[in-house]
């Protein structure tokens, strides 16, 4: 355990942070920290998660290293820190290399001692080749529900910041997420290896929040929003879509009709996007139409309306989505607007990410036909293999976790340099050997259209030296405004631990078989979690209750307020109607069977292009452009699949 460290956390809030009383829990946990042991905070949306790392970076001698996965929410805390004169920085794409050198030497320096990154930094030997020196107080990861496979937002780089936390040597973990089932919460403790008395769970249920679920036809949304934005008391309004074409759509026609309604989606570039958000925060009666981009981290306490015009993907996320209503206690409406044809989108969603037995049997062959260690892209491998890039990375955390694979450090083998002054003014700073060495690797640039390209691979080869010292040394003539530094040709490190026997025999059969397997649990999963989703909103009984059980909170009673306890359940929901595919679809099929054979090799190829599911050989191939493409998109995936020839075929 870390040593603890003394002071008064409560002086701290109130001259630093200009608060008087810390909320439910964050006391519990700055304590811990502060004790030296690693935490798990699990507090509702709005919940102030933040501060439990942002107060203790102000008391730790070292630095506060924070992983997040939006570029917004850095932002916008970093702001508000610097109003109040913490100085915090964030480092991610954004950056500009002049701005990217100035943080790193505040960091290095002490001037800044709250750091926000992305998880992807971890993975960038640029990144790693900085941190060297850092004295790390506290590693601070959030949205940590990421973690577990079980979780409704898995993602494979997450899962590798456990072995990070210990390869950088932080002295203490702090894990932070909103929707954490209990099950999730056990992986969480388990891989940062936290206590159960540690991990503080406050909670969930909010009282101001009335929950509602209406049923409409398809193809009332729009006139059912309109109803509602109408005949309900103006007040800033959250309506999540599923897709982006629906975001902007809506916005559109909301504007026509007279309501201040704007789009947000991963589409928009970033500024706009940061734009969008703090003209909503500043309004008192401004309508946002999201995607799930939108929300994460947004400090606004009076959204008086969240609309699900289509539902959520599973229970997590609409509790998440709800979270961001009513934060200041006054009453908030969360209505979720339930057709059951959305139902079709969502679930196409799940299974075009599955690829083909054919497809994961093709990426175990190429994994095989690799060294014992060896170096490769997860986009070449994507592009081989037809399977979509974050399946890709799914199926690597899986052969990891497996014993089969050993992740090693990622690369960039090329890097472009933009010389800022010349090489003697550059050289004139070393003496002896290391200047040198310098001078080899200024040396080795090669000169393309604009910039210089280094090639790490063939001039450590070329120099007979490890690698990394060539990085080192560029890393730090770019720290010192050299020269700038762009990174291209990112490939990840892997060693073979128990590879297949017989590489293209029996023994890699079975082990395609056996990730295909997990991967179809994985879909089925998710489908579980969209029947979650539906079976709330049915509404057979108390809304608030059942959602605090997901959970794992008990309320005791009912919450009078949802549509359950107003009497207006239960809902059901007719099965959708047997979509039978026409003999122009099949003729269809069959041309492009033979006209593109490696891209439709499968019954399950075949069902993705006709339900519009993309992959990268559809993209490569322009299919996704083919007029026939997505003819399907509203018949339900498994009816196409059983058409065309069913799962085995």
Known sequence: MATAVTGDPHKVLQDQFGLTEFRDGQR???ERILAGKNVAAVFPTGGGKSLCYQLPSQMLPGTTLVVSPLIALMKDQCDALSRRGIAAARLDSSLTG????ETMAGIRDGAIRLVYVSPERFFNERFLASTDSLNLSLFAIDEAHCISQWGHNFRPDYLKLAEVTRELGAERVLALTATATPEVLSDIRSAFDIAGDDAIRTR???ANLKLRSTPIESGEHYSFLVDR???RASGPTLVYVTLQKTAEDIANQLCDDGFPAKAYHAGLDNEVRMNLQQEFIDSDKGIIVATIAFGMGIDKSN????YHYNPPKSVESYAQEIGRAGR?????ICEMLVDPSDRVVLENFIYGDTPSHHAVRRLVELLCGQSDHFHISHYRIASETDIRVLVVKTLLTYLELDGRLKA????????????LVTSKVILDHFQGEPRKFAADVLGSLTKSRTLFTLNTIATAKHLNCDRMRIIKAVEYMSERGWLELRVSDLVHGYRWIDRPEHQSGGDAKV????LHERLLAREASEIGRMDEVFELAKASSCMSMRLAAHFGESLGESCGRCTACLGEGEHSWPSPAAGRLGQSVMTVVARLVQEFPDHFVTARDRARFLCGLHSPGFRRAKLTQHESYGVCAEIPFAQVLAQVGGESS
């Open 28 to 30: 519990a946990v700055v």
């Open 408 to 419: 090693t450090s990622p690369r960039y083998d090329s890097y472009k340099v933009k010389p």
């Open 98 to 101: 002049r701005e990217y050198r």
């Open 229 to 231: 934005l109408q005949s």
């Open 511 to 514: 082990l395609a078989d056996h």
């Open 328 to 332: 200041d206690g006054v009453d908030a």
């Open 204 to 206: 969930f249920h909010r």
């Open 303 to 306: 959204i008086r309306y969240v």
